[in-house]
């Protein structure tokens, strides 16, 4: 079967992010612009969305978990077991036709399981979300990335890093599908504590703000069952249109902002690819679980 046509975006310069800002088109053009990159992230996922039908600025986004009325019937999507019992039919991302469908749908970010749809409970990659307490403490966020993925290659693991498009970055690691989500999010929180005990005044996996008094927050909890992260080259809900970038560990230096690359500047990143091959960099998390238990004993 060929590709499919790509479908019409409907009122294409509706602006989306700010007067002035990027437009329906223009969220388009980028998808369509990163789609060889992004789609490996997203093919056979589990996706959640946002929708903004009147724009960041105006009333009415919500969030959409499950697939919704009138999506076409050529959209694909999967049946997954809910937490609290029976199934969510939910939308998965195969190729560029959806992503265009999608942007027309006035959906951004896209957010992804850990686990593809044939085997939910046993993702294929950990992620590590660092959030500054402070909005201009980036380069604290940059400091943090650096130390998660010293331990986790310490463990066995390789580590990838992406800014968010928000404030922070994900340190990603590619794992092999071995190890139930409850096991690699209780391994994931082991990590981010030991990480946060080597410099306790700088970072600390507190889940409550009132407790992490300004520093770097180590978020373990995305690599729990059903949970979702933001897609890489995914576009956020934020004025200007920032996306989420796949970045080298070179470009941290000197890198201000986890807002760096926006949908009207990403053309430059134009056959940049950081993540290339990430696939083949997934490693065992049951030797790499092993190892941290013989670390900590």
Same mark, same amino acid.
């Given at each position: 079967m060929g590709a499919r046509t790509l479908p019409e975006v409907h009122h294409p310069g509706k602006e989306l992010f700010e007067p002035g800002g990027p437009t329906k088109r223009e969220l388009a053009d980028h998808c369509l612009r990163v789609a060889a990159?992004?789609?490996?992230?997203?093919?056979?996922?589990?996706?959640?969305?946002?929708?903004?039908?009147?724009?960041? /600025?105006?009333?009415?986004?919500?969030?959409?978990?499950?697939r919704w009325?009138?999506?076409?019937?050529?959209?694909?999507?999967?049946?997954?077991?809910r937490e609290s019992g029976g199934e969510a039919e939910m939308v998965v991302c195969r190729d560029r036709a959806t992503l265009v469908w999608l942007c027309g749908q006035d959906a951004f970010?896209?957010?992804?399981?850990?686990?593809?749809?044939?085997?939910?409970?046993?993702?294929? =990659?950990?992620?590590?979300?660092?959030?500054?307490?402070?909005?201009?403490?980036?380069?604290?966020?940059?400091?943090?990335?650096?130390?998660? =993925?010293? /331990?986790? /290659?310490?463990?066995?693991l390789a580590a990838f890093v992406m800014t968010t498009?928000?404030?922070?970055?994900?340190?990603?690691?590619?794992?092999?599908?071995?190890?139930?989500?409850?096991?690699?999010?209780?391994?994931?929180?082991?990590?981010? /504590?030991?990480?946060?005990?080597? =410099?306790?005044?700088?970072?600390?996996?507190?889940?409550?703000?009132?407790?992490?008094?300004?520093?770097?927050?180590?978020?373990?909890?995305?690599?729990?069952?059903?949970?979702?992260?933001?897609?890489?080259?995914s576009v956020r809900a934020r004025p200007g249109a920032p996306v989420a970038a796949p970045v080298g560990w070179d470009e941290l230096d000197g890198l201000e902002s986890a807002g760096r690359w926006t949908v009207r500047n990403f053309a430059e990143r134009d056959g940049v690819d950081p993540w290339q091959g990430f696939r083949r960099y997934a490693r065992s998390p049951t030797a790499a679980i092993s190892r941290l238990e013989r670390a900590e004993e």
């Amino acid at each position: 079967m060929g590709a499919r046509t790509l479908p019409e975006v409907h009122h294409p310069g509706k602006e989306l992010f700010e007067p002035g800002g990027p437009t329906k088109r223009e969220l388009a053009d980028h998808c369509l612009r990163v789609a060889a990159r992004m789609l490996p992230h997203l093919r056979d996922r589990p996706l959640a969305v946002q929708r903004w039908p009147e724009g960041i /600025e105006g009333d009415g986004g919500f969030f959409v978990k499950n697939r919704w009325a009138g999506t076409p019937d050529w959209v694909p999507s999967v049946s997954v077991p809910r937490e609290s019992g029976g199934e969510a039919e939910m939308v998965v991302c195969r190729d560029r036709a959806t992503l265009v469908w999608l942007c027309g749908q006035d959906a951004f970010p896209l957010h992804t399981w850990m686990s593809r749809a044939d085997l939910p409970r046993t993702p294929d =990659r950990i992620v590590f979300d660092l959030d500054p307490s402070k909005a201009r403490d980036f380069a604290g966020v940059c400091a943090a990335a650096r130390d998660v =993925r010293g /331990e986790v /290659e310490a463990l066995g693991l390789a580590a990838f890093v992406m800014t968010t498009g928000s404030r922070g970055l994900h340190v990603v690691c590619p794992i092999r599908r071995q190890a139930d989500c409850d096991d690699v999010k209780a391994f994931a929180r082991a990590v981010a /504590e030991r990480v946060a005990a080597r =410099r306790p005044k700088e970072l600390t996996t507190a889940v409550r703000k009132e407790k992490r008094r300004g520093r770097v927050f180590i978020d373990y909890l995305r690599n729990g069952y059903a949970q979702l992260a933001v897609a890489p080259y995914s576009v956020r809900a934020r004025p200007g249109a920032p996306v989420a970038a796949p970045v080298g560990w070179d470009e941290l230096d000197g890198l201000e902002s986890a807002g760096r690359w926006t949908v009207r500047n990403f053309a430059e990143r134009d056959g940049v690819d950081p993540w290339q091959g990430f696939r083949r960099y997934a490693r065992s998390p049951t030797a790499a679980i092993s190892r941290l238990e013989r670390a900590e004993e």
